[in-house]
């Protein structure tokens, strides 16, 4: 039976809930850090391993997500690890010590691998390649507004139940998405598309493919610069620009939003040109160093002395959200259809390894410096210096593939 177009843009709806969840689950620490450092008694460096631990476990299960993702059913790894990942946010309510909070954020992040690995197959095999860039951003800018909404709801119950309760209300509450999914996404579907053929006497090769190198490391410099935004911007309003928590979630909202709704546009612009005839891979290109360039913004924002100003700036520097629906796409124009998954697993483990190191790095860097500002400074030029992989190394997809195999699956 095929699936209509309208259950298959209610799964991309779900997609962009489930990524909303995602962050709001994640974030609580970044927006209760202040509180949650009172408490324990933690210093800055000890704040960069908190804020750094869930991307451990986060990044080591990608490549094993994205290899389940390709092999097995869609609608049961996605629940499980959903159910999984709610239950760690909402204990973690009932942490009273850092080795603790370490150790569920630590879980949190088995649960959440699912998102990106298993989010863009779910793409993948129920849209065509010319929705690609769109879809892949309603999937992902699902996380930049789960920062953009969660960081003022965040701050408002942590001031008024603490940030204990919080994580019991945040957690539990998630769980509600289990019913539209298990309702609405097919029972059976998953990998329809099977292994390639192998070539007549030709060994297999083992070698890292060229294309999945050029996606992955500039992707250390992309998720730097984001994972900077996410760990450490809520911490350095109240610190550096003095501002009480209710009010720095207010004013975060303002980068997160930015980024969220640069997604789709970044991805529905470049389908809208590769429709009129534009290349692909060019195009996708093109609008990802252009995204890239706005992070320039980050520094004067930095310097700025009025709050307003300098938050408007922030709100400028995270239009690199245009680049991030098309890195995704990119990533499905140039993979084996049967490997998706894990590509993008192996995409999203580098990406969070920059989530390790970011909050780390930038804990110490304020630890030594006393200042957020070389912290910034380090982002964007790392950032930058990622442009020239896309151009050198990504190609176009070397074989044809059939267009979205899975759309008349039941």
Known sequence: MEISP?????IAALMFSAGMINYMDRAIVAVALPLIALDLHLDPSTKGVLLSAFFWSYALMQLPMGWCADRFQLRWIWAGSFALWSLACAFTGLAGTFGTLILLRILLGIGESIYVPGGLKVVNVLFE???????????NSGSRFG????APIIAALVMRFGWHHTFFIVGFAGMLWLIPWLAIFPAHVGTRVPPAAPVPGKARSWRIDRNLLGICLPHLGYSYYWYLLVTWIPDYLVVARHMPLRKAGAY???PYLVFA???PLGGWLADSLIRH??????TRKALITGAYLTSFLLLPAGLMSNDHAAILLMGGASLVGFASGNILALLQLVAPREKVGIWAGALNFSSNLSGVVAPLVTGILIARTGSYYPGFVVAVVFLLACIPFYWWMVGDRRTPVSEAVSCHTA
């Open 6 to 10: 309208a259950r298959r843009w209610s």
């Open 129 to 139: 390649s010319r929705n690609h860039g769109l879809t892949s951003a309603i999937m």
């Open 147 to 150: 920062m953009a909404a969660g």
């Open 252 to 254: 975060a909202v303002v």
């Open 261 to 263: 709704v640069s997604e």
């Open 277 to 282: 005839g534009w290349n692909e891979a060019r």
